[in-house]
């Protein structure tokens, strides 16, 4: 799910049957199970990844099976989504990668609107959007929380923003931005670790630790993913970020190693993490950074 990225191409296979062809829009994030899941997964985790996909129909849907003979040489030998002998699905398999050439094979006989998955959901499966939507159904839940007092449910919904009682909490931590050394409060925001949206209480979501203190654009590189923080305070960057697009934004003292991700110590010498942010910085690391 991780390893997908903005504009692979995905088939939907299901009851034997691959009826769409979509596009992925963004990079997988987590979020919480969808309620309309209901019982469904109920030993699942609470928390997921969310790959957002704009889908078109492929028309007439297409049974791997009748093309196994083609198809099957062109799959994996090893996690593939389809036997490749049989033409069974692997019912274990959720997101699988397979080569052009099967892709190809499958799609041969069926067309798509290619202009409409090459263009589609940019403005409606864009990150702010789904996650925006994702806060939404969070803040209903809230809304309905009967353990909560009226003062708590304010409070909690204010910090969905980076407002109130969580950025008092941040700034008895926190003094300036740790990617910009900024100080002047107006300019900052009160960013959460572990994403508002995915904590588990009221609790998590005013604690300080569980909060940095951000410019925009440094806010925007850490909620996306594209930035961390080890806990010495130095600067984890994704190896899917743009080295010209760093520079553009005038980060040009972040330095991209060789295996993936930069870990370089601030000018003016960020503090360490402290215990209580290492706890979310760690959620961070394993659930939101993008290796």
């Known amino acids: 799910m991780r390893r997908a990225s903005p504009g692979d191409l995905v088939l939907s296979y299901a009851n034997q049957e691959i009826r769409y062809v979509g ?97 589609g959901g940019s403005n409606s499966l864009s990150f702010e959007v789904v996650s925006e939507l994702l806060d939404d159904v969070a803040e209903r839940s809230i809304a309905l929380d009967l353990a909560l007092d009226d003062t708590v449910r304010r409070s909690v919904v204010m910090a969905r923003r980076g407002q109130g009682v969580f950025r008092s909490n941040v700034e008895r931590i926190e003094r300036s931005c740790r990617l910009t050394g900024v100080t002047n409060p107006s300019l900052l925001i009160a960013s959460h670790i572990k994403p508002w949206r995915n904590c588990s209480s009221a609790d998590e979501r005013l604690d300080g630790h569980n909060g940095l203190l951000l410019t925009p654009d440094a806010d925007l590189l850490f909620d996306r993913g594209f930035i961390s923080f080890s806990n010495d305070g130095g600067i984890l960057v994704s190896q899917r970020v743009d080295h010209a697009d760093m520079r553009r934004l005038g980060f040009e003292h972040l330095v991209h190693k060789q295996f993936g991700f930069a870990e370089a110590p601030m000018p003016w010498g960020s503090a360490g993490l402290n215990e209580g942010q290492r706890w979310y910085m760690e959620h961070h690391r394993a659930e939101v950074f993008i290796t």
């Open 23 to 119: 596009r992925v829009t963004e990079f997988a994030f987590t979020a919480p199970k969808p309620e309309e899941f209901g019982n469904a997964g109920v030993y699942w985790n609470r928390e997921g990844w969310l790959l957002p996909v704009y889908w078109v129909p492929l028309i007439p849907a297409i049974r791997p099976k009748t093309l196994i003979g083609a198809l099957g040489r062109h799959l994996p030998t090893r996690y593939s989504p389809i036997h490749p002998m049989t033409g069974n699905g692997n019912q274990k398999a959720y997101l699988a990668q397979i080569p052009q050439a099967a892709f190809d094979v499958i799609v041969a006989s069926a067309v798509f609107d290619q202009i409409a998955l090459a263009r």
